[in-house]
């Protein structure tokens, strides 16, 4: 997968002999300053670090990029580089990335976590009045592509607009592509992952998982569409919302009211007059107030086919089975009956293992014929390892705070830290800033692998200390006024 990023980066960096990389912050201290001298061609390399800015591109046709695809651990690098829209330089500009100027696809955000966004107070381009959307990325009359990003605890529920939604990212009035990401624990009173609205996008192999839609403005209703909410289709689009091997987990719709889409499509919503393309996608242990995990509302129409939908959708090649996940991420077990079971058309083939013939490349399984879900066609890679630290729910969640011992240890070069953060009050919010620290036995910081707002959840991290030398290090959990170390030791 690394040569196959590098490979892309490469042709996208020298498009034109003229084009430049300007560096961040080596070159440039923030992000915006770089885009700002930016000029079309360009690319924006952005070193490890968290950048507290609103990043805006301009019109500008350029690579805005982390140094993921120069990394033998690409996962690590996106964690890493981390946007987080927490402290606007204006109150009603709140997203982490914003898009909005006419970009087209040659305009490419890649391998970023964007986090802490709380969205703009946005003018909807048909007329419908001003909404809290896009708290990760919000696009507007633009196609650009976004891709390999952790998009993740943004919440654009806010006082002051007519609604919020998008809280992971919104679209609108484009044909973007949304490529290979994770959009986790994002919040709105619509579209708790992705808002759709009146564009063509491409959203294909990401993972949309346990993003919310509440009433969380008191008096307000809400429109639906946990994971996703695709509000009418752009008119003369050929093919409007196509949405192809995703997997749509754990997200959840309640409320009401909102022209009868309130409380519906815990795990994807077509409202207004929507069409939805959806193919080759797992839709599963999502949880609405009312109807089916997948629904509609005021005229508009999913096609569904060769898709996993818990509680079934009429359509040819669906099927209704536990998708058989991994017991910590959402790729696929062996025997899990999502392998092999996508669209028969070559086009959608799993792309093949070159020392294999006839067998399909990881992250997908079995042979060739596409594998339903996020890891299956050929556009599957290995998304950023964070899905080990997807919260669990339900009987996940903890009853109190614990860091347990890293496991393998002694180790090389890599280990897995498992840590607990328990329900308090049911809010999210209530649990706050999260760090997981990694010191030498003099006190001196050598890692940080955690530093962010989290939920209740369980959580795994893995570390790759290749770079570190052998010896005793304390590693350090703090998530309010809960503290605990533990040691671990790196062997060569």
Excluded at 86 to 108: L, M
Excluded at 255 to 275: E, N
Excluded at 437 to 459: S, W
Aim: proline share 5%; glycine share 14%; aromatic share 8%.
């Amino acid at each position: 997968m690394k040569i196959l990023l590098l490979l892309t980066a490469v042709l996208v960096c020298f498009t034109t002999s003229s084009a430049r990389i300007l560096h961040v912050p080596a070159n440039y201290t923030t992000i915006q300053s770089a885009i700002n001298a930016s000029v079309n061609g360009d690319t924006v390399l952005v070193a490890p670090g968290t950048y507290q800015e609103n990043v805006i591109f301009r019109g500008k046709r350029i690579v805005l990029t982390s140094r993921f695809y120069l990394d033998a651990n690409p996962s690590s690098i996106i964690q890493s580089t981390i946007i987080d829209g927490s402290n606007p330089s204006h109150p009603d500009s709140g997203s982490c990335v914003r898009i909005a100027n006419g970009e087209d696809s040659t305009t490419i955000l890649q391998g970023f976590t964007l986090t802490r966004g709380y969205g703009t107070l946005w003018q909807d381009e048909n007329g419908a009045g001003r909404y809290w959307e896009g708290g990760g990325v919000l696009i507007a009359l633009s196609s650009p592509t976004v891709r390999h990003n952790i998009i993740r605890n943004n919440d654009v529920n806010r006082t002051g607009g007519q609604s919020t939604g998008g809280g992971g990212i919104r679209l609108g009035d484009g044909s973007p592509y949304i490529l290979n990401n994770i959009i986790i624990n994002n919040a709105g009173m619509y579209g708790g992952g992705i808002v759709s609205n009146y564009a063509s996008p491409t959203i294909r192999n990401n993972i949309v998982a346990y993003n919310v839609v509440s009433p969380a403005v008191a008096g307000r209703p809400t429109y639906g569409g946990g994971g996703m909410w695709v509000n009418g289709s752009r008119p003369g689009a050929t093919f409007p919302n196509r949405i192809e091997n995703n997997t749509i987990v754990g997200n959840s719709a309640t409320g009401s009211g909102g022209s009868g889409a309130g409380g519906k499509g815990g795990g994807m919503l077509a409202a207004f007059s929507a069409t939805i393309n959806s193919r080759n996608n797992i839709v599963w242990g999502n949880t609405q107030t009312t109807g089916g995990q997948l629904n509609i509302a005021s005229g508009s129409s999913v096609i569904a086919t060769y898709s996993d939908v818990e509680g079934g959708y009429a359509g040819s090649g669906n099927i209704n089975v536990t998708p058989n996940f991994a017991p910590t991420s959402f790729y696929l077990q062996t025997g899990s009956q999502c392998i092999d079971a996508g669209d028969t058309t070559a086009a959608f083939n799993d792309l093949p293992d070159l020392t294999n013939p006839g067998v399909a490349r990881w992250p997908s399984l079995g042979g060739l014929r596409n594998d339903i879900g996020a890891y299956g066609g050929p556009g599957a890679v290995v998304i950023a390892t964070i899905l080990t630290s997807a919260p669990a729910r339900g009987d996940g969640i903890a009853a109190e705070f614990s860091l347990e011992q890293n496991y393998p240890n002694p180790f090389n070069p890599s280990t897995s830290i498992t840590y607990y953060l328990p329900e308090v009050g049911g809010r999210k919010s209530e649990v706050g800033y999260v760090t997981l620290k990694v010191f030498d036995m003099l006190g001196r910081e050598v890692a940080t692998l955690v530093n962010e707002v989290e939920e209740p959840g369980t959580y795994t991290v893995q570390w790759n200390a290749s770079s570190i030398a052998s010896g005793v290090y304390l590693y350090q959990l703090s998530a309010g006024e809960f503290v605990q170390t533990r040691k671990l030791m790196v062997v060569r």
